[in-house]
């Protein structure tokens, strides 16, 4: 299984990107995915996450400004950020829950993560 992430890069403050993350390989299904971040010298930290039902969740700091959506029948799921801050500048990590044929768990799956740097 691959997670990759694209839609990562250079923006000016009050600006907006759009990230994306597809789940690839042999996936039967797909429980919660998310988005989380980690800037220099700072632990990761979620930014928003959503259930396969489409519940979402959402961090504090990003409220308002992020939206989470996902395509389950392209096992993709998308992150829309605007009125980015450069305090939203971090290397930005998708995640995801996935059950895989032959075993009894779900396992947690990360991306390589992209960046994203807003200038002030």
């Known amino acids: 299984v691959q997670l990759v992430e694209s839609g990562g890069g250079l923006v000016q403050a009050g600006g907006s990107l759009r990230l994306s993350c597809v789940a690839s390989?042999?996936?039967?299904?797909?429980?919660?995915m998310g988005w989380y971040r980690q800037a220099p010298g700072k632990q990761r930290e979620l930014v928003a996450a959503i259930t396969s039902g489409g519940s979402t969740n959402y961090a504090d700091s990003v409220k308002g400004r992020v939206t989470i959506s996902r395509d389950n029948a392209k096992n993709t799921v998308y992150l829309q950020m605007s009125s980015l801050k450069p305090e939203d500048t971090a290397v930005y990590y998708c995640?995801?829950?996935?059950?895989?044929?032959?075993?009894?768990?779900?396992?947690?799956?990360w991306g390589q993560g992209t960046q994203v740097t807003v200038s002030s």
């Open positions: 390989g042999s996936i039967l299904s797909i429980n919660d």
């Open positions: 995640n995801a829950e996935i059950w895989r044929a032959y075993l009894a768990v779900p396992h947690d799956y």
